[in-house]
């Protein structure tokens, strides 16, 4: 099994889930893959280390290294540019992000969270922002934006911590193909 580096929650509720340059979304049916770049128009780079989604506006978000990628508004931007509330130290790293309904955005970067409207390089513990965490340093947070819940995602188990208990994540999302 391979991990998976991003997962996104859409307004539907459904989650799409990156792999390297592949993505799965759970409603196209069990085990249905497609290409990163064929989800998402214009995308500048083949294997992105971040990707998150707006899901009022459809548009996805993309970091590699210090810059990124915003669908809806294309053209390639340091990261501190577009978010300059980030730490200083984080224009490398970023593992994670994720869309607040406010439209603020979480960036995780190893243990470490920085969330936009917290000001100036403002940063917490990853277990801090989400209770009952049970790994340290998951392959993947992602957030639901209508109800506020974290799901994190280790190998292959999950935790959503507003549904607490770590299950398998195939026993979670059932459409995943088999060797995710």
């Not at 980030?86 to 790293?93: A, H, K, M």
């Not at 607040?100 to 917490?124: A, L, N």
């Amino acid at each position: 099994m391979t991990a998976i580096t991003d997962a996104w929650v859409y307004k539907s509720n459904t989650v799409g889930f990156r792999r390297g340059t592949e993505v799965h979304v759970t409603d196209w049916g069990r085990g249905t893959i497609k290409a990163l770049n064929d989800l998402i128009n214009g995308l500048p780079w083949a294997n992105p280390d971040c990707v998150f989604h707006w899901h009022n506006s459809g548009a996805y978000g993309v970091i590699l290294g210090d810059e990124t990628y915003i669908s809806d508004s294309p053209g390639i931007r340091k990261i501190h540019d577009k978010w300059p509330s980030l730490p200083n130290d984080w224009s490398d790293g970023i593992t994670d992000a994720w869309v607040y309904e406010s439209g603020e955005v979480g960036f995780r970067r190893g243990t470490e969270v920085h969330v936009t409207d917290w000001g100036q390089g403002t940063i917490k513990a990853l277990d801090d922002l989400i209770n009952g965490l049970p790994w340290a340093n998951p392959d993947c947070v992602f957030h639901w934006q209508n109800s506020g819940a974290y799901g994190v995602i280790l190998g292959d188990e999950t935790y959503i911590s507003d549904s607490p208990g770590i299950r398998k994540i195939h026993d979670q999302w059932p459409s995943l193909p088999s060797d995710w």
